[in-house]
């Protein structure tokens, strides 16, 4: 075995993959993310970490431009996937190592990869929307027609792109391998290790599109750069697909929010499992959620492995036992206690008792027991969200948007598309 042959088999060994869940495709996302893990692969939290782009669901046209950014930020050798059933998902993935270790594919890819082009002051944000007229579909991350994969030539075979390939469900190719992109276009919270993904409304007045600080009326201490504007999602780690929260910052307070959803495809879920099972397995996403933004991995993980194991069809008794055990542990930790302190009471949150309501439910309906009555629906609208983080940093922020619900974000968008 040479020495590119060892490497390529190392690199294609773990592979990392930045999941993109399109609102109305959560159980996908699970799905996908429970194969991951039984594959011993990685979830990545942002572009740089990531050897391929999976998105979940079909992109409608808002995403096409946050599609395009993530994706000429991966580092090559990389791989774009999309899928819209479950059934495309073990193909997908199937696929992955061979075409991540496809050399010549990725050198092709790579020579054709957008240079640091920086977008002209006041424009808007180079995300392809002038330049994706190159790509045959016409859409940035519109899905490719079935057994056509996506590519920037028009419709000629792109990097990677075999005719033997053309009939798999997935992995396609490149949403756009033209795209006139900034790579320093994207807001990014590097502080946390994560990245906001988009693209709407930016002011685009400072170099390379990236957005300067000004003061304003409404500055708390009146000095000059004091003033950002910085929107929130919808492509977060652990952050609801379909949220937006625009806010502007007082340094790293928060001054004034706005929450809004973006559109999905429509109603596609549920799929298995039905019923209470899927409640429980919600609820064990949410909270593995909330546990990771709080620091505490092991007890994340050990969430999620229960949501994993519920979706692959575990009996509940098992699965309720371990969850009965990790919730001691949450109860019992003074550390975690402590963390969550800085969430506020004010809108009715009180982040570590939604917690343990979270869990608690998910095993009284795994034991077919009557679950409790929980604290009250939270937020009851949008603009509960925007005056719930008023006044706070950034990282406490990001735990409050975690304490909502998927029920309460489905509920909202029918509110507001009704």
Same mark, same amino acid.
């Given at each position: 075995?040479?020495?590119?042959?060892?490497?390529?088999?190392?690199?294609?060994?773990?592979?990392? =993959?930045?999941?993109?869940?399109?609102? +109305?495709? #959560?159980?996908?996302?699970? $799905?996908?993310?429970?194969?991951?893990?039984?594959?011993?692969?990685?979830?990545?939290? %942002?572009?740089?970490?990531?050897?391929?782009?999976?998105?979940?669901?079909?992109?409608?046209?808002?995403?096409?431009?946050?599609?395009?950014?993530?994706?000429?930020?991966?580092?090559?050798? #990389?791989?774009? %996937?999309?899928?819209?059933?479950?059934?495309?998902?073990?193909?997908?993935?199937?696929?992955?190592?061979?075409?991540?270790?496809?050399?010549?594919?990725?050198?092709?890819?790579? #020579?054709?990869?957008?240079?640091?082009?920086?977008?002209?002051?006041?424009?808007?944000?180079?995300?392809?929307?002038?330049?994706?007229?190159?790509?045959?579909?016409?859409?940035?991350?519109?899905?490719?027609?079935?057994?056509?994969?996506?590519?920037? $030539?028009?419709?000629?075979?792109?990097?990677?792109?075999?005719?033997?390939?053309?009939?798999?469900?997935?992995?396609?190719?490149?949403?756009?391998?033209?795209?006139?992109?900034?790579?320093?276009?994207?807001? @990014?919270? @590097?502080?946390? +290790?994560?990245?906001?993904?988009?693209?709407?409304?930016?002011?685009?007045?400072?170099?390379?599109?990236?957005?300067?600080?000004?003061?304003?009326?409404?500055?708390?201490?009146?000095?000059?750069?004091?003033?950002?504007?910085?929107?929130?999602?919808?492509?977060?780690?652990?952050?609801?697909? %379909?949220?937006?929260?625009?806010?502007?910052?007082?340094?790293?307070?928060?001054?004034?929010?706005?929450?809004?959803?973006?559109?999905?495809?429509?109603?596609?879920?549920?799929? @298995?499992?039905?019923?209470?099972?899927?409640?429980?397995?919600?609820?064990?996403?949410?909270?593995?959620?909330?546990? %990771?933004?709080?620091?505490?991995?092991?007890?994340?993980?050990?969430?999620?492995?229960?949501?994993?194991?519920?979706?692959?069809?575990?009996?509940?008794?098992?699965?309720?036992?371990?969850?009965?055990?990790?919730?001691?542990?949450?109860? #019992?930790?003074?550390?975690?206690?402590?963390?969550?302190?800085?969430?506020?009471?004010?809108?009715?949150?009180?982040?570590?008792?939604?917690?343990?309501?979270?869990?608690?439910?998910?095993?009284?309906?795994?034991?077919?027991?009557?679950?409790?009555?929980?604290?009250?629906?939270?937020?009851?609208?949008?603009?509960?969200?925007?005056?719930?983080?008023?006044?706070?940093?950034?990282?406490?922020?990001?735990? =409050?948007?975690?304490?909502?619900?998927?029920?309460? =974000?489905?509920?909202?968008?029918?509110?507001?598309?009704?």
């Amino acid at each position: 075995m040479g020495l590119g042959q060892l490497v390529d088999r190392l690199a294609t060994t773990r592979i990392h =993959i930045l999941v993109l869940e399109i609102p +109305g495709h #959560r159980l996908l996302r699970m $799905h996908a993310e429970a194969v991951i893990t039984v594959r011993g692969w990685v979830i990545a939290d %942002a572009p740089a970490d990531a050897d391929v782009l999976l998105v979940c669901g079909d992109p409608t046209e808002v995403f096409g431009p946050l599609i395009e950014g993530l994706w000429n930020q991966i580092p090559g050798p #990389r791989r774009y %996937a999309q899928i819209s059933t479950l059934e495309a998902l073990p193909p997908a993935f199937d696929s992955l190592p061979a075409l991540l270790g496809d050399r010549a594919a990725q050198l092709a890819d790579a #020579r054709q990869r957008p240079k640091n082009v920086e977008a002209e002051e006041g424009t808007p944000a180079a995300s392809g929307t002038e330049t994706a007229q190159h790509d045959h579909q016409g859409h940035p991350g519109e899905p490719p027609a079935e057994g056509h994969p996506v590519d920037g $030539h028009g419709g000629h075979p792109g990097p990677g792109d075999d005719p033997a390939h053309h009939n798999e469900p997935a992995p396609h190719e490149t949403p756009s391998s033209h795209a006139d992109m900034d790579d320093k276009n994207t807001d @990014m919270d @590097m502080d946390m +290790g994560e990245m906001d993904m988009d693209h709407m409304d930016m002011d685009m007045s400072g170099p390379a599109g990236i957005a300067l600080a000004s003061g304003d009326d409404g500055d708390r201490d009146g000095l000059e750069m004091d003033i950002t504007h910085l929107a929130l999602g919808p492509v977060l780690p652990h952050w609801p697909a %379909a949220l937006v929260l625009r806010c502007t910052l007082h340094g790293d307070v928060v001054g004034e929010a706005t929450a809004e959803l973006l559109p999905g495809p429509g109603k596609t879920e549920p799929a @298995m499992p039905f019923g209470d099972r899927l409640r429980a397995v919600e609820l064990c996403d949410t909270a593995g959620h909330l546990l %990771a933004l709080a620091g505490w991995a092991p007890a994340a993980a050990a969430v999620h492995r229960a949501r994993n194991e519920l979706l692959s069809g575990t009996a509940p008794g098992p699965v309720a036992a371990r969850l009965r055990r990790t919730i001691r542990r949450i109860a #019992r930790s003074r550390t975690l206690r402590w963390s969550l302190a800085g969430i506020p009471h004010a809108g009715r949150i009180d982040a570590r008792t939604r917690l343990l309501d979270w869990l608690q439910t998910a095993i009284a309906l795994l034991d077919n027991a009557p679950a409790g009555i929980g604290e009250e629906p939270w937020p009851q609208t949008l603009q509960e969200i925007g005056t719930a983080v008023i006044g706070q940093e950034l990282t406490t922020v990001r735990l =409050i948007i975690a304490c909502i619900e998927p029920a309460r =974000i489905r509920e909202l968008a029918v509110a507001q598309d009704g």
